[in-house]
Every structure is written in structure tokens, then in C-alpha cells.
């Protein structure tokens, strides 16, 4: 697998079990190799107008570009934000051993 077809796919979310749900559910699924959770951290963001202040978790998961679709869907139908953070950064450069794990994970 060749680094540009390998995504990290961000999203936040407003708990530690939402967080844990939706990595256990990707990985569980095939559609990420591995899902990393981060927090809690502090998001400040305008929503509807008013600028609001929340705690929330970050899950970072390492996919595949072509399994991204599906991924999308998932965290879409998982999530419990009416418009969740869906963020895919292309992996410009990787190791072999890495990267090849990633793809066999995600197949």
C-alpha cells in the first residue's frame, strides 16, 4: 500500500464511552486498522450563532482511502452530533511494515 492510499480520519465527540464506541465499532467493522482516543481536551466553536465551550474526546483512526466511504457512513449513523467533525488527512510517507499491516487490517 503506498502511502496516499492511507487516511487518519478525525472526529470529536462529547464522551469517553461515545469515543470508545465509535473506535471498538470502526475496528470491529474492518472499516480503520486501529482507532487512537485522545482527552478529554477543551473545544471552543461557534454552533447556531453563539460561541460555545465543551469537553470533548478525539478519535484519530488509521484507515484505508478506500474503505473511507464506509467509514464516513459509520461514524454519520453512529454519531450522536447532528453535524459531526469527519476530517481524512492523506499519510504522505509511512513504514513498509506499517502501512502494509494497515491495508491487511482494513481488507
Request: hydrophobic content about 45%.
Given at each position: 500500500?503506498?502511502p496516499p ?16 464506541a465509535l ?85
Open positions: 500500500m503506498t492510499e492511507c487516511l487518519t480520519v478525525l472526529t470529536t465527540t462529547d464522551s469517553r464511552a461515545e469515543a470508545d473506535a471498538r465499532g470502526a475496528v470491529e467493522a474492518r472499516l480503520a486498522a486501529c482507532a487512537q482516543i485522545t482527552g478529554p481536551m477543551t473545544s471552543v466553536y461557534r454552533w447556531q450563532g453563539a460561541v460555545e465551550t465543551a469537553e470533548e474526546w478525539r478519535v484519530q483512526f488509521k484507515t484505508a482511502a478506500a474503505r473511507y466511504p464506509d467509514l464516513e457512513r459509520h461514524l454519520l449513523a453512529a454519531h450522536p452530533y447532528d453535524t459531526p467533525e469527519i476530517i481524512a488527512t492523506p499519510v504522505a510517507r509511512g513504514s513498509a511494515d506499517y502501512l502494509a499491516w494497515l491495508a491487511a487490517e482494513t481488507a
